[in-house]
């Protein structure tokens, strides 16, 4: 409990955040399907660094309990021991024989591409800032540097979204914390991802990747919003793009998770 509080102290985080990330082991509590896939995996991978290290600290306790100095007589030796030296092969072969086998399994998982996503959308980084293109409905949302104004893109909750990504300039990665998930956005160069999300909520993005002057300034947000929302959205969007944030502010207010 002490230990609890004192993270909280510290962290700089509300208290929702420090929970998520002490239960979660550093990670946010995931938004989409395929974080929940990549927050599996990490569990395990700390799930087995943490066996490995109690057994070594057991090992460790135990020789020097054993094998204190009672004289200057040296212990009984190992050396050629060939059953421990095949141990000493084996057992580490095997654990990283099993995390490689889950990563690459969740791997291929997030990376999986449908036929027909539900929404697809293409991402275009350009410093310093970001454009969002709804392809299905040809319409577009772009930040603007020079006013300091953030990107903003929406996504319908739980529905498959294609993302493809450019960019004109330099190399940028669209990341998103809560999605646990960040790709580069490279120049000549087509990338594409697939999330869905499982939370409505607004949710921080930002560039990954140091690419100039004003890359701290290259944040967007992103609002999960329910089927409904998201389709007034478009058709606000397609007639006016200030009424469309201003109409999705009303309705969907900024920092609810």
């Not at 004192?6 to 700089?12: E, K, M, P, Y």
């Not at 309990?65 to 095949?86: A, G, M, T």
């Not at 969007?237 to 109409?247: F, Q, V």
Request: hydrophobic residues 45%; contains cysteine; aromatic residues 10%.
């Amino acid at each position: 409990m002490a230990a609890c509080v004192t993270a909280l102290l510290t962290s700089g985080c509300s208290g929702r955040q420090a929970y998520e990330n002490a239960f979660g082991l550093g990670w946010p509590k995931p938004k989409t399907i395929e974080a929940q896939t990549m927050y599996d995996v990490w569990l395990g991978t700390v799930a087995a660094a943490a066996a490995v290290g109690l057994a070594m600290y057991v090992l460790i306790a135990w020789t020097v309990i054993r094998d204190r100095k009672k004289s200057d007589e040296l212990p009984r030796q190992v050396r050629y021991n060939l059953p421990i030296e095949v141990l000493y092969t084996v057992v580490p072969f095997v654990i990283i024989a099993v995390l490689f086998f889950y990563t690459a399994v969740g791997e291929n998982k997030v990376n999986k591409l449908t036929k027909n996503p539900d929404v697809t959308i293409g991402v275009v980084g350009f410093q310093w800032n970001w454009q969002f293109n709804y392809v299905n409905d040809k319409v577009q949302v772009t930040g603007a540097p020079a006013a300091g104004q953030e990107a903003q893109l929406v996504i319908p909750v739980d529905k498959r979204i294609r993302f493809i990504e450019t960019s004109p300039d330099v190399i940028h990665s669209f990341w998103v914390p809560d999605f646990l998930f960040k790709r580069d956005v490279i120049p000549g160069r087509l990338n594409s991802f697939e999330i869905t999300p499982t939370a409505v909520g607004t949710y921080t993005g930002r560039c990954a990747e140091l690419c100039g002057e004003k890359h701290d300034r290259m944040n967007f947000t992103v609002k999960v919003v329910t089927e409904q929302v998201y389709q007034d959205y478009i058709t606000t969007l397609k007639a006016d793009p200030n009424a469309a944030a201003n109409a999705l502010s009303a309705a969907i207010p900024t920092g609810s998770n």
